[in-house]
């Protein structure tokens, strides 16, 4: 084929492509089916779908256009989203509308591991927010491995980048049809394989929901302290992250005090004060980094009604 033929060529394919790419088509499709989702919602979900790396440098603050956009997107969001509807108290009217709930390792990797598409909206003593608490999986074995967009927005992040987990469709067809340079399809054992070397990097799973992601369950974070903005604006009040329904327990007569425990936790939840390891129960989202961590086996996750029900897909399916 000669240089004007291949010239032709692709001039025939650029003109034949779609103008909306079938991604997105299949997410318009789904967003007609969820009840009262506006088209600012669609719009939203699109604009958070196609540019994450934006979206979440822009909420965390990391993005050079961060003070420019900031201002702006909080505008829309506080004028358009039903999440900005209760500005009284406007952490936890946005916590509602994207969040987090704190997995065990267990329990995420059974999360990747379902073997039969799901819709339930989950109880709110398990997903304790007024929006987006459906667990809706269409093609659960659709799972695409993407660079973390909390991680790529730092100057030095947590290694790897390819550690969030988006779970089933429209989700994970939407990120890789856009993202082919950042993203790529895993199967379920490869996604546990993530999970489980996240684990031991002592980075903490959060099954992640979104109201403009069609208000349900997309994604499973796997990050740490020092790079997630979920986990940071936690920790300034933002209550963007349920805790998992357990609390970590301390056998005094195995703890050693060797603080192992202390250096594992994100939360800060840990202290050894007088030679044995304690626990802030306050603190503890019962993510189970500390126990998988701690040399001596003193360590172990104890169900607290006080911190809701655990996330146990098997039983809420």
């Known amino acids: 084929m000669t240089d004007r033929e291949e010239g032709r060529h692709q001039e025939r394919g650029r003109a034949s492509a779609p103008l909306v790419a079938p991604s997105t088509r299949a997410l318009l499709r789904e967003a007609r089916e969820v009840p009262g989702f506006s088209w600012f919602d669609r719009l939203h979900g699109y604009v958070y779908g196609r540019?994450?790396?934006l979206y979440i440098g822009v909420g965390t603050g990391e993005h050079p256009l961060a003070r420019v956009l900031g201002p702006i997107a909080r505008w829309l969001l506080d004028r358009f989203s039903a999440g900005g509807a209760e500005r009284?108290?406007?952490?936890?009217?946005?916590?509602?509308?994207?969040?987090?709930?704190?997995?065990?390792?267990?329990?995420?990797?059974?999360l990747v591991t379902v073997d039969?598409?799901?819709r339930l909206t989950t109880p709110e003593q398990v997903i304790p927010y007024t929006q987006a608490r459906d667990i809706i999986l269409k093609n659960p074995d659709h799972i695409v491995a993407l660079d973390c967009p909390c991680r790529a927005s730092r100057d030095e992040p947590c290694q790897p980048l390819d550690v969030c987990l988006i779970v089933g469709e429209p989700f994970a067809g939407f990120i890789v049809e856009h993202h082919p340079d950042r993203s790529r399809w895993i199967s379920p054992e490869e996604a546990v394989d993530i999970l489980q070397a996240e684990d031991e990097r002592g980075h903490v799973h959060h099954a992640f929901f979104k109201d403009a992601m069609l208000e349900r369950f997309y994604a499973i974070c796997n990050c740490c302290a020092c790079c997630c903005g979920a986990m940071q604006a936690h920790q300034t009040g933002v209550p963007m992250?349920?805790?998992?329904?357990?609390?970590?327990?301390?056998d005094g007569e195995l703890c050693?005090?060797?603080?192992?425990?202390v250096d594992a936790c994100q939360f800060a939840?840990?202290?050894v004060p007088d030679g044995r390891a304690v626990v802030d129960?306050?603190?503890?989202?019962g993510c189970g980094v500390c126990v998988s961590h701690?040399?001596?086996?003193?360590l172990a996750l104890a169900r607290d009604a006080s911190k809701g029900d655990p996330l146990t897909i098997r039983e809420v399916m």
């Open 51 to 53: 540019w994450p790396y």
């Open 116 to 118: 039969e598409e799901i």
């Open 88 to 110: 009284s108290d406007r952490g936890a009217a946005f916590a509602d509308s994207y969040h987090g709930k704190v997995v065990p390792l267990e329990e995420a990797a059974r």
């Open 281 to 285: 129960a306050e603190a503890c989202m």
């Open 294 to 298: 701690c040399p001596e086996g003193a």
């Open 256 to 261: 050693l005090g060797c603080e192992a425990c």
């Open 269 to 271: 939840a840990l202290s």
């Open 241 to 250: 992250l349920a805790p998992s329904g357990y609390v970590s327990r301390v």
